[in-house]
């Protein structure tokens, strides 16, 4: 049964107002088998396995806006720096590319140049199962904007790219964001991505990136979440990977949004893969961050490994779920799976569920998690030189954080969430 | 004088450990403090040093003629005394420069002195760990980290150099320790010896007390100083061990 929401008729009918348009053929029909996906399923509740400990509904009871606000956005790229950052700009401006964009080895095209042949139609939510995903189906029967990052066969690309998404939320607004990364052959990309918002009333972000990984090219891709409280945000991940390639996956959310929902797919699609899955939430007020996670071995001697860590603080709730699925052709996998959080407070809540399910009968995995507070032992030992009580539970959150975040290859990306980090524990310490 | 423990009480959940502690220290002083296991040494240091689950139940301590007791841990260290931790705690993640210029800076904020420059920092740094003969690398590691035991105890000494306090509390400093690496500790201590500091040796051997001489002996025995003397008193022990220490109290007890 589907539970319906004004929001729900609402997009029914913004849908089928605006399917008329002249798009390709197989992205009408792909729109259409999409928009049947969400328009059975709903929005799920919490009945939902995969939403058991997510509660969306109270945000989706805002009067949503379904088109992106128009306001100019100016000067935003000063605003949202991180510091002695070297890396290639672009920025999007409600989902907007407004200037050209000169990579060498890379091609940046707005969707709605891309969509106008059919060179996506291999690609686009080719593996998403979106009989399972609500959010994700919604976003490929409605997304407009976004771009396609695409490297060219060989390319290694000598900066990271830093994609800045900027959103004005002047009105209460719902929008879905999209972004295709497509590395071809023997190529090398890094994209960073972080969020600027102008506006305090409520943004729901119904995200969707996909991410192709052609033989022997290798992938690093960053999420910096540190939003303003009115954020919303569903993410849908999906990475797929071919033979010999290695993809990296950061997730770094610090306080902030309200909501954060972060879908990681990831399909191993040929041998000898290399998948790096690291995951950081620094949690604060009435924040609920939600991981959900899942890697599926389809073939023979691949290795993922992945490792998210959590501190909760204040009222916040965290959810952990990890899957992995080592499939009957997958033998000699190697997977490993560790969570780790850290509460500190009696009211912060985590939810953790590492799961593995295996098929194969010769593979190495693990899976694991923990829940603890402040080593006592510790704290004493550095007030014992002087250090005071803030600093101290600064250096301890840092030292906890440090297997995620000695992770992040781009020194400046790893200062800046050192430096968040510091900030925010200070802040929920005054 | 610089430390003065009036009848020193304290517990632990509900078990009485210190029983009435008197002691004297005066600048420029080193004492002893021997007893056998489970006598309260360590409990005494702790207690001195603020750890949290001991419970003070009576008595006083002034530090420089201060309220010793009602300080944090952090403004006891910061208004000079130290301790030498017996099993120093490894801290992954804290890299060992980070934390001694976080302990340097925020030592000197409370006095209202501005921030080491990196410069200064890096010379004090370099001057210490020649002087108490340390060379492990610091930067990049972590704190205590993949250090042997004889190496984290060099570094409490070494902690001990940069951070220059009035009163240190070596406790149990030599368990673990081979004889040249405590040779090379107890250089380290009577380098920084001088007339303006103090040190209260914690041993359970008097092998320490050969390398770092000290002033006066005291025995601690079942929570209480229960016999004090000069460097003579810890051979006697050598030679007799505890038993004899003990009688008198069981006895007086009965």
Same mark, same amino acid.
């Given at each position: ?430 | 004088? #610089? ?5 020193? &009480?304290?517990? $632990? =959940?509900?078990?009485?450990? +210190?029983?009435?502690?008197? *002691? ?97 920092? #890096? ?5 210490? &760990?020649?002087? $108490? =003969?340390?060379?492990?690398? +610091?930067?990049?590691?972590? *704190? ?111």
């Amino acid at each position: 049964m589907i539970t319906t929401t004004s929001l729900y008729d609402q997009l029914i009918s913004f849908y089928n107002n605006n399917s008329a348009g002249d798009e390709q053929p197989w992205l009408k029909d792909l729109r259409a088998r999409a928009f049947d996906a969400f328009s059975t399923q709903g929005f799920p509740t919490t009945k939902n396995e995969d939403w058991r400990f997510t509660n969306i509904s109270a945000y989706l009871k805002e009067n949503y806006s379904l088109l992106p606000g128009s306001v100019s956005l100016q000067n935003v790229k000063s605003a949202n720096a991180i510091p002695s950052f070297d890396g290639y700009e672009i920025v999007l401006k409600n989902g907007m590319l407004n200037e050209d964009v000169n990579i060498e080895g890379v091609k940046v095209t707005p969707f709605r140049t891309a969509l106008q042949d059919d060179h996506l139609k291999l690609y686009l939510s080719k593996f998403i199962p979106l009989q399972k995903n609500p959010f994700a189906a919604l976003n490929t029967a409605l997304f407009q904007n976004g771009i396609v990052i695409e490297a060219e066969k060989n390319a290694i690309v000598d900066k990271p790219i830093h994609l800045i998404h900027v959103y004005n939320a002047e009105d209460p607004v719902f929008i879905h964001p999209r972004l295709l990364v497509i590395a071809n052959r023997n190529s090398k990309l890094q994209v960073v991505e972080s969020v600027f918002v102008t506006g305090e009333s409520p943004l729901f972000l119904n995200n969707v990136t996909e991410c192709y990984i052609a033989e022997n090219a290798q992938v690093d891709k960053y999420y910096l979440q540190a939003f303003s409280p009115n954020i919303r945000l569903v993410n849908f991940t999906q990475c797929v990977q071919s033979s010999n390639s290695l993809y990296n996956n950061y997730t770094y959310t610090i306080p902030g949004a309200n909501l954060v929902r972060n879908n990681l797919h990831l399909d191993l699609n040929g041998t000898n893969t290399e998948s790096h899955l690291y995951g950081l939430y620094l949690t604060g007020s009435n924040q609920l961050v939600d991981n959900h996670t899942s890697v599926h071995h389809l073939f023979p001697n691949c290795m993922s490994n992945e490792l998210y860590k959590g501190v909760l603080m204040d009222s916040s709730r965290a959810v952990f779920n990890g899957k992995i699925f080592v499939h009957q052709d997958a033998q000699k996998t190697n997977a490993f799976q560790q969570n780790n959080n850290m509460l500190l407070s009696n009211k912060a809540v985590i939810d953790s569920k590492p799961q593995l399910e295996i098929f194969a009968d010769d593979v190495k995995c693990s899976h694991g998690s923990t829940v603890g507070s402040f080593n006592n032992e510790a704290l004493f030992y550095l007030k014992s030189r002087g250090i005071g009580e803030k600093a101290a539970r600064n250096l301890l959150v840092n030292a906890f954080a440090f297997d995620v975040t000695n992770k992040i290859q781009i020194p400046a990306v790893r200062k800046y969430i050192e430096k968040l980090i510091t900030q925010k524990m200070s802040e929920a310490y005054d | 004088m #610089l430390l003065n423990i009036k009848n020193l &009480q304290a517990k $632990v =959940e509900d078990k009485q450990i +210190l029983k009435g502690v008197n *002691l004297q220290v005066n600048a420029g002083e080193v004492h002893a403090i021997m007893g056998p296991n489970g006598s309260g040494k360590s409990s005494l240091a702790s207690v001195l040093a603020g750890r949290e689950n001991f419970e003070v139940t009576g008595g006083k301590v002034l530090f420089d003629d201060k309220d010793l007791l009602e300080f944090s841990p952090e403004d006891r260290a910061r208004e000079g005394l130290f301790l030498a931790f017996q099993y120093p705690v490894e801290i992954p993640g804290v890299s060992n420069i980070n934390f001694l210029r976080t302990a340097l800076n925020e030592i000197r904020a409370y006095h209202n002195q501005p921030t080491l420059e990196s410069k200064e920092f #890096l010379r004090l740094t370099r001057e210490n &760990q020649k002087l $108490v =003969e340390f060379d492990a690398k +610091l930067t990049n590691r972590s *704190l205590n980290e993949g250090f042997s035991g004889g190496e984290k105890k060099r570094n409490e000494i070494f902690q001990l150099a940069m951070l220059n306090p009035k009163l240190s509390i070596l406790d149990e400093t030599d368990s673990g320790l081979d004889i040249d690496a405590l040779r090379i500790v107890a250089n380290g201590v009577n380098k920084l010896r001088s007339d303006k500091n103090a040190f209260i040796v914690i041993t359970h051997y008097q092998r320490l007390l050969d390398y770092i001489v000290p002033d006066f002996v005291h025995v601690l025995y079942d929570g209480r100083i229960v016999k004090s003397g000069t460097r003579e008193l810890a051979l006697e022990l050598e030679e007799k061990g505890y038993d004899w220490i003990k009688e008198p109290v069981t006895s007086a007890s009965i």
